[in-house]
């Protein structure tokens, strides 16, 4: 009859190839115990993957069934519980909608903190990790920027220490008016959080859009919140732990960053003075690259350095933390 076509003898072997996975019929059957013998092992280690497969989607299936049924289950039971306890309307249908956002938390981005076997790896590499996961995002932050261009060991301390990260549902309220500042906020996605200055029953002024670094102050002196940060979209933030970023910068090898904080809460001192609005958003890029050029340079640090690695800059910094704070009671 002639030889067969290419395609037909691919397309026949895949048909063959099949049919061990399935009760389906074939014409192309052994003919000889070797054959016989090969189709024998096909057809078993196909029985083990096949039953493999449909056993993990079924599994699949079951677990996404499941989750389902728990979040159908708790919605109930908050209606119940509404409805027992005759919440208002209003009330009842700002909690419900709070409690549907929040299963968008599924979908938010994995955190070190989701993965304890990282806790296992040894401080060196933690601190790679930390610095490739935060530096990008920090150094947005102007004197991060400088720190990490002169002195890249000192910006990996800082990520490896005082960092964190956080996932924010729509309407949870990162921080509030009068709250005691404890971090520096960085925005991972632009326009997903909006900043309102003032108290919240006073309307304060305009929401502002959270696209960068807000309360660097809190690095510098015990800041109160001057206003309150709201998600409006599900959205990713980094922190700076204040109290950490402390802890690091008493070491004589920041005694650059000592002289920034002095002379940054010395310009915030004098705007005040002026009868400028300070809110949580107080400063500019223009404002930080000024202090930075004469926090760095090395005339400056030649002198500061004589004068006992920063002890002064500590004691000024103390001193004008407390004076703040008293302008602000």
Known sequence: DGPLPSGYGYMTSFHWSLTQFTPASMAVVPVNTTERAFTILVILVALVVFTSFVGNITSTIARAREAHFAESRQLERLQCYILINRITLDLGNRITSFVNQGLLEQKRRVHESDLPILGNLPKSLKQELRSEVFIPVVMRMPLF?????????????????????????????????????????????????????????????????????????????????????????????????????????????????????????????????????????????????????????????????????????????????????????
């Not at 809190?218 to 959205?235: E, K, N």
């Open 145 to 329: 920027g400088a720190l990490h261009s002169r002195s890249p060991i000192n910006a990996h301390m800082i990520c490896f220490r005082a960092m964190g990260e956080i996932s924010a549902i729509p309407g949870e309220e990162l921080f509030g008016y009068g709250d005691v500042a404890k971090s520096v906020w960085f925005s991972r996605q632009p326009n997903r959080a909006h900043y309102s200055p003032g108290k919240p029953s006073s309307g304060g002024g305009e929401q502002v859009l959270f696209n960068g670094v807000m309360v660097e102050m809190a690095l510098w002196l015990q800041w109160i919140h001057r206003g309150h940060l709201v998600a409006h979209r599900l959205c990713e933030l980094v922190t700076m732990d204040a109290g950490q970023f402390h802890e690091c910068i008493t070491m004589p090898c920041f005694v650059h960053v000592q002289s920034y904080a002095v002379s940054y809460c010395r310009r915030m001192q004098e705007s005040e003075h002026f009868g400028d609005t300070i809110s949580d958003l107080w400063g500019s890029d223009a404002l930080s690259e000024e202090l930075i050029q004469g926090a760095f340079c090395t005339d400056s640090l030649m002198h500061l350095t004589k004068s006992g690695h920063g002890s002064i800059l500590l004691s000024k910094l103390s001193r004008l933390a407390s004076d703040m704070l008293s302008s602000h009671s």
